[in-house]
């Protein structure tokens, strides 16, 4: 997979896009679907961009907490000892956890296994710094 074409129409084969633009999905993720266990979802922003005016890059995004009501340096600890995948950026007023990757010679693990570290982690950021499910 080496294109963003390719890679969308993966997207919405595989998964449940909430908003379809032509550099930008949105997805919905559902955690939490075992019988005993409260069920979750998490909104995860799948864009194009260009590096350099040159190069397709895919990043994921999925925003956990608004900047205002939490602890940053906690969040930012929490990051740094938890989290495997991605990093974290202030967007709006929303604090995402992001990660980036080049579309060029994308094989398909590549993209599903950060996806899933990127919304998992941020649904327990979400969880442990806000108490809420509003992403």
Do not use: C, K
């Amino acid at each position: 997979m080496a294109e963003w074409g390719d890679l969308v129409a993966y997207i919405r084969q595989a998964y449940r896009v909430v908003r379809d633009e032509p550099d930008e999905l949105r997805i919905r993720l559902v955690f939490g679907d075992e019988p005993d266990t409260e069920q979750r979802a998490q909104i995860v922003v799948i864009a194009r961009e260009i590096l350099d005016q040159r190069e397709d890059w895919v990043q994921i995004a999925t925003p956990f907490a608004r900047h205002d009501e939490v602890d940053l340096l906690e969040v930012l600890t929490e990051v740094g000892e938890a989290i495997v995948v991605g990093g974290l950026a202030v967007m709006g007023d929303h604090i995402v956890l992001r990660h980036s990757l080049p579309l060029v010679n994308l094989d398909i693990n590549e993209f599903i296994d950060p996806l899933e570290l990127v919304a998992g982690a941020a649904e327990l950021l979400e969880q442990q710094f806000t108490g809420r499910d509003d992403y």
